[in-house]
């Protein structure tokens, strides 16, 4: 019972609303938006030397891990502050976010390891990543956003850590 109290649990119900502690957040009346091809990117992972099936670690010998190589886009990328956030109870492994004039775009990658030689190819490997995409939905307040982090940097031991700014940033 403390461990439920101290950490309450996140419920989806069948038209997506999530039950948070108290608080019950409806998706939008108009409905989800659609996809955004834009923000799709395809990658070659041969081509980048990733390793698909390590998620993170170490890789096989001149290969690097999905996260190594995602860390190593988002280090020069546009946003100003990129935590890692790995482990359990992440928000997501990791957040990027981003100020353009007064308007903040927060970011969540998550990454998982293939569950086969070849990139694209199985159900389960889509399912895990975007159930995770959907229980993504409980962070769109940037408040508990900030929240997470403080606690997971400030409280927490584990591989949380800031690869760009900081928790003033």
């Given at each position: 019972?403390?461990?439920?109290?101290?950490?309450?649990?996140?419920?989806?119900?069948?038209?997506?609303?999530?039950?948070?502690?108290?608080?019950?957040?409806?998706?939008?009346?108009d409905g989800v938006p659609?996809?955004?091809?834009?923000?799709?990117?395809?990658?070659?992972?041969?081509?980048?030397?990733?390793?698909?099936?390590?998620?993170?670690?170490?890789?096989?010998?001149?290969?690097?891990?999905?996260?190594?190589?995602?860390e190593a886009r988002l280090?020069?990328?546009?946003?100003?502050?990129?935590?890692?956030?790995?482990?359990?109870?992440?928000?997501?492994?990791?957040?990027?976010?981003?100020?353009?004039?007064?308007?903040?775009?927060?970011?969540?990658?998550?990454?998982?390891?293939?569950?086969?030689?070849?990139?694209?190819?199985?159900?389960?490997?889509?399912?895990?990543?975007?159930?995770?995409?959907?229980?993504?939905?409980?962070?769109?307040?940037?408040?508990?956003?900030?929240?997470?982090?403080?606690?997971?940097?400030?409280?927490?031991?584990?591989?949380?850590?800031?690869?760009?700014?900081?928790?003033d940033a």
């Open positions: 019972i403390d461990f439920l109290n101290g950490d309450m649990p996140h419920f989806f119900t069948s038209d997506l609303s999530l039950v948070d502690g108290a608080s019950l957040l409806r998706p939008p009346e659609l996809l955004n091809a834009d923000q799709l990117e395809v990658v070659d992972w041969a081509v980048a030397n990733v390793d698909i099936g390590r998620e993170f670690g170490d890789a096989r010998p001149g290969m690097v891990s999905v996260h190594s190589w995602l280090r020069v990328g546009s946003d100003v502050v990129v935590y890692y956030d790995h482990g359990t109870g992440e928000m997501a492994d990791f957040v990027g976010i981003e100020q353009q004039d007064r308007r903040l775009t927060i970011r969540l990658y998550h990454c998982k390891g293939a569950g086969g030689a070849a990139a694209g190819h199985r159900l389960g490997d889509l399912y895990e990543v975007t159930s995770q995409a959907v229980k993504s939905v409980t962070w769109a307040l940037k408040q508990r956003v900030l929240k997470h982090i403080r606690r997971r940097f400030t409280e927490e031991t584990g591989a949380h850590q800031f690869i760009k700014g900081d928790l």
